[in-house]
T-cell receptor
Framework: DAKTTQPPSMDCAEGRAANLPCNHS???????VYWYRQIHSQGPQYIIH???NNETNEMASLIITEDRKSSTLILPHATLRDTAVYYC?????????????????FGKGTRLSVIA | DTEVTQTPKHLVMGMTNKKSLKCEQH?????MYWYKQKAKKPPELMFV???????INESVPSRFSPECPNSSLLNLHLHALQPEDSALYLC????????????FGSGTRLTVV
């Protein structure tokens, strides 16, 4: 029973912004939105996470709608090395595994292809 | 040290063999995880360890036996595997709270013949 819905694939021109959408309409008040990516033949890589405010780090920006039912991951200037599968995951964190914290469970993700 | 190291990177084993996968981290993380990933599929959670104790077993067959001998090491012992167990096995670690994200190793690619 997937908690998130993502498009299976997207293309983006190199140098342009890549905007990856995620729907999580049943998100609970204590669930965070996490984004990971997996480049071919590597382990998944943490990108960013947020609860309700927009977040930015050196890799990406995360925009969460006011009702928290959807979010967008933005890679501001996509490069060929950003070609990967991007996973949007909602989960409870902060309280510890023994106190309701949920482990990371992956959905199908979005395969982003950056094209030269 | 901000890495999770998995050994070996590749492993071929027969169905009657016993082998072990190893995972090591020195980030002080007290939660460690095993995932299995088949080709073109997302990683699937197998086991979760919290403070060196098994806290989650996602109904994994007993031919997979995890072990956490100390806070830095996580092993996965393999015995009597089937060809369908061939996959990429990923190890990860995190703060026990889960905050800050998981750090994944690059995986062990296992082939059962």
């Amino acid at each position: 029973d997937a908690k998130t819905t993502q498009p299976p694939s997207m293309d983006c021109a190199e140098g342009r912004a890549a905007n990856l959408p995620c729907n999580h309409s049943t998100i609970s008040g204590n669930e965070y939105v996490y984004w990971y990516r997996q480049i071919h033949s590597q382990g998944p890589q943490y990108i960013i996470h947020g609860l309700k405010n927009n977040e930015t780090n050196e890799m990406a920006s995360l925009i969460i709608t006011e009702d928290r039912k959807s979010s967008t991951l933005i890679l501001p200037h996509a490069t060929l090395r950003d070609t990967a599968v991007y996973y949007c995951i909602v989960r409870v964190t902060g309280g510890g595994l023994l106190r309701g914290n949920t482990p990371l469970v992956f959905g199908k993700g979005t395969r982003l292809s950056v094209i030269a | 040290d901000t890495e999770v190291t998995q050994t070996p990177k590749h492993l071929v084993m027969g169905m009657t063999n016993k082998k072990s996968l190893k995972c090591e981290q020195h980030m002080g993380h007290r939660a460690m995880y095993w995932y299995k990933q088949k080709a073109k599929k997302p990683p699937e959670l197998m086991f979760v360890y919290s403070y060196e104790k098994l806290s989650i077993n996602e109904s994994v067959p007993s031919r997979f036996s995890p072990e956490c001998p100390n806070s830095s090491l996580l092993n996965l012992h393999l015995h009597a595997l089937q060809p369908e167990d061939s996959a990429l096995y990923l190890c990860a670690s995190s703060q026990e709270s889960g905050q800050g994200g998981y750090t994944f190793g690059s995986g062990t690619r296992l082939t059962v013949v």
